[in-house]
């Protein structure tokens, strides 16, 4: 088993998505990669709202590299204790850190990023295609109102799918 540094996973996600990658989770990392190639992307367009969203993307992604590196670091040390402490009988030979309960999964649904690019790839043609009905959708606030309506409809996911009995 192959122990990942923090402070070299802190570094590394200093590039949003190089960190995740380098502990493994290689879909995470590259999705926070096209995120903010996306939100760099569209800075000119909406200058309002996407600064925002990469700076909020960048933080999120430092902070889940670095909660994952330690949750790493804790379960190997626990596996240490169980493979060669005189008290530990019966401990497992084999040690799957992605099979116990509470290790961070990689598990991020592809509709929501089939989503993100439909909706990206139809902001870039209109911005390229139709200019002019791209400066009366800025004129309205279009950016502001897309990530109005995205909060608010992952706000009702998140109530819906969160329910308790």
Not at 81 to 91: E, I, N, Q, V
Request: net charge positive; glycine share 8%.
């Amino acid at each position: 088993m192959i122990k990942k540094k923090r402070w070299l996973t802190f570094m590394l996600a200093m590039v949003p998505g190089l960190g995740h990658m380098y502990l493994g989770f290689k879909k995470l990392g590259l999705q926070f990669m096209i995120g903010a190639f996306v939100c760099i992307i569209f800075i000119p367009s909406m200058p309002t709202v996407f600064p925002f969203a990469l700076a909020a993307l960048w933080f999120y992604q430092l902070f889940d590299a670095l909660q994952k590196a330690t949750w790493m670091k804790i379960s190997i040390a626990e596996h240490e204790r169980l493979m060669f402490h005189p008290d530990s009988f019966g401990a497992p030979w084999t040690f799957d850190m992605h099979s116990l309960p509470g290790f961070p999964q990689d598990d991020v649904d592809p509709a929501w990023v089939g989503g993100a690019c439909v909706v990206a790839g139809v902001l870039l043609l209109i911005i390229t295609a139709f200019p002019t009905l791209w400066s009366i959708l800025t004129e309205i606030n279009i950016g502001t109102i897309l990530l109005s309506v995205g909060l608010i409809g992952y706000g009702l996911r998140m109530l819906k799918n969160n329910t308790r009995a």
